[in-house]
């Protein structure tokens, strides 16, 4: 669990040697920044007595070099074992073959290589192997070799989901018949997923569907047909941008395509790292970092919004309006504002305040609605994004890194908040500001009394379980900010934005 630093002083002596570190207040972070070392000796050594040490130092690593290593390697092996830092289990799959990878606890995933035909009815693909006794058979006599079962979806631990996802039937038979014809030969392998499940919230449409698809089908260079489970027009039509940057190919609706649909390689499932995250060490080659998933959001929706401009231009000149550009000198600060449960009250203060400061300012009013490149336009141009804690956080892929973002942490919230988007945001580039809400600020100071668990400890009201979490912090709590306290947070984030308009390499220590 992430816990907030104090601001604290350490100071320690061990054998004449003092060190002392300083961790930045209220950083944010789930450790401390080392911010300096001081080491000093008071004692003083003889020449002789350095000398003889400094032999006998290099005598015994000469000696123990070779155990050394060995236990080095050993610890490496280890460690990778206990990260789970490994390859995927089924690469390199020869042909007329048949692979399940259920060691991760995110999601399975099959590859399945050599003549495919898909069968919707029976919710099934199967590979043919050719020759055999059986190759003129009936298709209902043909021996089956192999059979796997499969949810394509990424959140593997959780039950009560996976059960509502649509299974596929995958297997291998012997033989081939002329009475397997194909509708739709395709000479490019298929990915297939599911956009069932928590489809619908979009830190899930991100966190278990695109940033896996992205990590998923990477290796094709967009040679790679997507076959979709749960089929949504919504969801196509939503992110067609990003899926046209993935594939060259229009999706397959998988139930209602009743065609048999041939491939010669599919992979059932999506291969996920962490939340919001892409792992270079697991893309098999790729080196692929969020950073380079970001650079696939700026291909997907710099030409609508370079569109999009060009007809407010055309609609300003028709209407005889001069368009005014806003001044490139104030930094521009975008509030992300929720329009249900944790919504700030006194938002129009804190703007005010914002604009006080020197901020140019933005509220966005995300709707499900509302197209994401219109979204994308206003943070990718935003130096600082502030938000409560929620799904909508998600968006904070959409800025560039070097940016600010600053996360209003209600009660109750903490780890979470953390996890889903201030860890993964720092691993975007972005300067995080985790701002942990006080007692007071919170409306459930007006309905609980001041010594109320809910208040005083969060985490004993956590224990008892998600359904008590959603109830109380996230469905019924609202923030008022203390915008005196919330102040030093805009502050730092106006100084840094001014001072990296010129520097832009330097980087805010949060």
Known sequence: MVKYQKNFLHSQWRKGKEYMLVVDEDSGLDHPLPLGLICSSHKRFKPKFLYLAFFALVSCILLLFPMLFSLTSTFSLFYESERGVK???????????????????????????????????????????PGGPNATAPSDEEEVIQHEKIRPYTRKWESHVMDTIDELDLLVRSGLGPHHACDVRHDVPAVFFSTGGFTGNLYHEFNDGIIPLYITSQEFNKKVVFVILEYHNWWVTKYGDILSQLSDFPPIDFSNDTRVHCLPEAIMGLRIHDEL???????????????????????????????????????????????RERSLTRPKLVIVARNGSRAITNQDALVKLAEDIGFFVEVLRPERSTELAKIYRVLNSSDVMVGVHGAAMTHFLFMKPGSVFIQVIPLGTDWAAATYYGEPAMKLGLNYIGYKILAKESSLYQDYSKDDPILMDPDSVNKKGWEFTKKIYLDSQDVRLDLRRFQKRLLRAYYFTRARKSRPLRRLSV
Do not use: W
């Open 277 to 323: 995250s892409v792992d270079p060490a697991l893309m098999e080659g790729k080196n692929r970092t969020i950073s380079d998933f970001h650079d696939l959001l700026d291909r997907s929706y710099l030409p609508r919004i370079s569109s999009l401009v060009q007809d407010e231009e055309c609609e300003a000149a028709e209407a005889g309006i001069v368009a």
């Open 87 to 129: 390859g995927f289990l089924c690469l390199s799959l020869p042909n007329d073959t048949l692979c399940c990878d259920r060691s991760s606890t995110r999601s399975d995933t099959c590859v399945m290589k050599g003549d495919l035909r898909t069968h919707p009815a029976s919710s099934s693909i199967t590979l043919y192997r």
